[in-house]
């Protein structure tokens, strides 16, 4: 039996309701766009820095592992003689995705690899989203053609020994998984996200907290066991860094939590090659619709893309300084869907906020029998 395609959350909306939301999207819009346009912006599009960046240090590191040195003998390595800050643990990636490129017979399989895995995100996406539509593709297609922006970056250069770029594509395939009622598989994608960039741990406490709310005991021990291990994983690599961290071991002046707020939310969302190409505003109307979209979005794969957008969107608000912002490739995908439901949730809006308020089960416009002979009888009076 073929579905209607469903409606958005704003359909249920009274016109009083609708009409308040129209104000809140207007003045998120403007203020959005406004920041951009201001002294606050945060962006390093275009900023050319000092030293070889972050690619030459994962190359220059799997090149030595791929001679025969220990990761972390290469990471301290690269990583002191380049001049990157060693102080802290989180300066020091987790070693599986540099170890795997470098155990490669060729490190240039891992960008096919991930190429790969950008091409079944497409598909699980394009998948999970025809299956709620039912006959409609309109939103799917939206959202195919929106995710080539975040996923190109997968195939370009040697971009592919960056771990947010895979943990990136194991928490859309994850989300993609569950919109196909694969848990098992969201459980393992997940988890996989984790072990190679810390980043993607809120995504994993939030999948474990929606599946125990929704009383799913087997997939939260499934989580919890696979979390544990992750944090057995993460000390035995803090152990190993602080082995090899020097006495007068640099550190960064700023720590992360810097509250760069709207400002460095709208820097990490341009993390597109779309958005790049384009006036940071444009990024600031991406963004505004694609949160719109999302709290339109009703059903369990909205929930789960919505509160993971949310939930990172309020990380990046408080943690972050302005060079991280190639972070916000970690969940770039997720707001392609938000964005592809913004037309029609903006459609529904619209219509609930032109249709006749009712007063007493009639149009506003006309007075119910009842009130008005009380007018009459209060003249009288």
């Known amino acids: 039996m073929i579905s209607e395609t469903p409606s958005s959350g704003y359909a249920r909306l009274t016109p009083f309701q609708a009409r308040a939301v129209l104000v809140v999207l207007v003045a998120a819009t403007v203020f959005c766009v406004g920041i951009t346009l201001s002294p606050l912006q945060s962006t390093r ?66 960008k096919w690899l991930l190429g790969l895995m950008a091409l079944a995100v497409l598909v699980l996406s394009f998948e999970a989203m025809a299956r709620e539509q039912g006959h409609g593709i309109g939103k799917p297609v939206a959202c195919l053609l929106l995710l080539i922006g975040p996923l190109m970056p997968c195939v370009l250069g040697d971009l592919f020994v960056l771990p947010v770029l895979w943990a990136a594509m194991f928490i859309a395939l994850s989300i993609g ?115 719109f979209g999302f709290a339109g979005w009703r059903s369990a794969l909205g929930q789960r893309v919505g509160l993971t957008g949310c939930l990172f969107v309020a990380a990046f608000a408080v943690a972050g300084q302005p060079f991280n912002q190639y972070w916000g490739s970690l969940v770039a995908p997720l707001f392609c869907f938000g964005a592809a439901w913004f037309p029609a949730s903006l459609r529904d809006l619209w219509k609930a906020a032109r249709a006749p308020a009712l007063f007493g089960g009639r149009e506003l416009g006309g007075i119910p029998e009842k009130d008005s002979s009380r007018r009459f009888d209060r003249r009288r009076m």
């Open 45 to 110: 599009v275009g900023w050319q820095g000092g030293g070889e960046g972050d690619m030459a240090l994962y190359r220059a590191e799997v090149e030595r592992i791929r001679a025969g040195e220990g990761y972390y003998q290469a990471a301290a390595a690269e990583l002191i003689a380049r001049g990157f800050p060693t102080r802290s643990v989180f300066n020091w990636r987790t070693p599986l995705p540099m170890w795997i490129l470098g155990k490669l017979p060729d490190p240039i399989l891992g």
């Open 177 to 291: 998984a569950y919109g196909l009622n694969r848990p098992g598989w969201g459980v393992a994608l997940g988890l996989s996200a984790v072990f190679f960039r810390e980043l993607a741990l809120p995504y994993c406490v939030l999948a474990a907290c929606l599946a125990a709310w929704q009383g799913r005991r087997k997939e939260l021990a499934a989580w919890v066991v696979g979390l544990a291990a992750w944090t057995l994983f993460f000390g035995y690599h803090a152990m190993q860094v602080y082995a090899l961290v020097p006495a007068n071991a640099r550190a960064h002046a700023e720590g992360w939590v810097q509250f760069g707020g709207a400002a460095f939310v709208i820097s990490t969302v341009q993390m597109t090659a779309y958005l790049l190409l384009l006036p940071q505003w444009v990024t600031a109307l991406y963004f505004v619709a694609a949160m």
